[in-house]
């Protein structure tokens, strides 16, 4: 009996882009989504960073909002394989991850044991639904998010790059779901948020898929590719960050940790566990790939609150009175950043 093996090949050093076709190439593809996708520009903004930072994105919002639409039509636009899972309660971990199968030769002379790859195996997963599977479905992405990797029959496969998670997740609906762990909700770098649109975007919506033959999918030509990505992220990890900007993102994160002395009435009230130090490195990443959007070279302090309820909404554990009295993580990430001086006493 033979079985097949998949050793992990170590990355190659790439060059990165330069900053201006950077700029270029993020407003190209934004724009590409933004001809499928109706309004939402925080969360298409959002996932663009997510997956030029190499992380992975958590949308919310009701059902019919766009968050399935906005997956696909991200990577359309960068010609990346999607694959999507739809999450139900009888799920189980080798549907996402793959199986190994018993082959046996026409002849029966002879077996082999061969891995068949699940559609964990994509450039972008779409995990549609993903709090409506069991606690141990969910686990299952787990190694794949953090490592970019999957283990199997004592086997470890690297996943392709760039490697991305864009999940959906309906707010209101309770019945037959599950809520998401906390180490599962910490692995998503940003969890963005889908608005109800306003009337003017319902009206461009409903005329945009009512009239005429509408397609779901982008049919226009990708801007970019998957070897453009991994170069974006090369420039994102050699932009400059001062000292004093990554010390008020960490001062930031430990101000939301309800022991801290510095924490504020509600924060030490209302908050159960603080973020993890990956809400720091999201800020500092997420920071850095805004400010290259934007033209700017260099991670300031502006770039860390503009990302900050996205980047550490998810990474709050709230008490009981929080629920309560319908205290949201937003609010006191907000009243963390309007009580945190830009500068170290």
Known sequence: MTTDTAPIS??????????????????????????????????????????????????EGVPGLGKTTLARALSNALDLEPKRIQFTPDLMPAD???????????????????FEPGPIFANVVI????????????????EAMQEHTVTTSNTTRELPRPFFVLATQN????????????????????????????????????????????????????????????????????????????????????????????????VKRFVRLGPSPRGVQALALAGRVAALIDGR?????????????????????LTIDAERQSVSPDEIVEEALAALPREAS
């Not at 076709?21 to 903004?45: L, P, S």
């Not at 995990?127 to 787990?142: C, G, K, M, V």
């Not at 590719?225 to 010390?247: F, G, K, Q, Y």
């Open 10 to 59: 170590t990355t190659n050093e790439r060059e990165p882009l330069e900053p201006e076709e950077f700029q270029r190439v993020a407003t190209a593809i934004e724009a590409a989504v933004g001809r499928t996708v109706v309004g939402q520009r925080d969360a298409v903004r959002g996932a663009l960073i997510c997956l030029i930072a190499g992380g992975h994105a958590l949308l």
């Open 96 to 114: 996402i991850t793959g199986t190994t199968v018993l082959l046996q030769s026409a002849d029966a002379q002879e077996t082999q044991l061969r």
């Open 127 to 142: 995990a549609d639904e993903i709090n409506r599977a069991a606690p141990r479905t969910q686990s299952a992405l787990l």
């Open 171 to 266: 707010p209101v609906e309770m019945y037959g779901t599950y809520p998401l762990p906390e180490a599962e909700l910490d692995r998503f770098f940003l969890k963005l948020q889908f608005e109800f649109p306003p009337v003017a975007e319902l009206n461009a919506m409903v005329a945009r898929t009512t009239v005429g033959e509408h397609q779901a999918e982008a049919t226009e030509a990708p801007v970019a590719d998957a070897e453009t990505v991994l170069r974006m992220n090369a420039l994102v990890r050699s932009v400059p960050a001062a000292d004093h900007v990554i010390d008020y993102a960490s001062r930031l994160v430990v101000s939301l940790h309800p022991e801290n002395a510095g924490a504020t009435d509600r």
């Open 297 to 317: 070279h260099n991670l300031s302090i502006d770039d860390v609150q503009a990302i900050a309820l996205p980047a550490l909404r998810h990474r709050l554990v």
